[in-house]
């Protein structure tokens, strides 16, 4: 099962995409969102077409993975990349173009692109809030830590 109502009634939730889903960073996502108590109305997991249909076991449940077609990625409001910086820098500007999804890198893609905002954990955590919904991309500090891109 993948759809989850936020616990949190008076916070808004969201359709979350992670994006290499089966791989240890992505992995480590699942697990962050879990124990931050991340606002998910449902948590899609992406990967490569040799991985559709793997199911992942998770603290949310069974997870099925789904093949990274842009289109369908583009639908989730916010998307975690873990993915290489190469996979990123083709595919980031185009998950956001429009209307797209707010993506959060963690390759080093863009560490240092000064158009890109660096989210630092424990020093932006406040702000970070804001800054999501301000922006389309961002990029992370390390690859544990997250990036915002516009």
């Excluded at 842009?70 to 290489?84: D, H």
């Excluded at 980031?92 to 890198?105: Q, S």
């Excluded at 406040?126 to 990036?147: D, E, F, N, P």
Aim: proline share 3%; aromatic share 8%; with cysteine.
């Amino acid at each position: 099962m993948s759809t989850f109502v936020s616990e949190v009634s008076s916070v808004p939730s969201y359709d979350v995409g992670i994006v290499g889903a089966t791989g240890a960073v992505g992995i480590e996502l699942i697990k962050c969102l879990f124990i931050q108590k991340f606002p998910l109305t449902k948590l899609h997991l992406y990967a490569s077409k040799r991985s559709v249909g793997k199911v992942v076991s998770s603290d949310y449940g069974e997870l099925v993975i789904e093949e990274y077609i842009i289109s369908e990625v583009r639908k989730c409001k916010i998307v975690f990349l873990a993915v290489s910086g190469d996979f990123a820098l083709e595919n980031a500007k185009l998950l956001i173009e429009g209307d797209g999804p707010i993506v959060i890198d963690n390759s080093s893609a863009f560490r240092y692109d000064v158009d890109i905002p660096l989210v630092v954990r424990d020093v932006a955590s406040l702000h970070v809030y804001s800054i999501l919904s301000s922006l389309g991309t961002c990029a992370h500090y390390r690859c544990q830590r997250s990036t915002l891109i516009n």
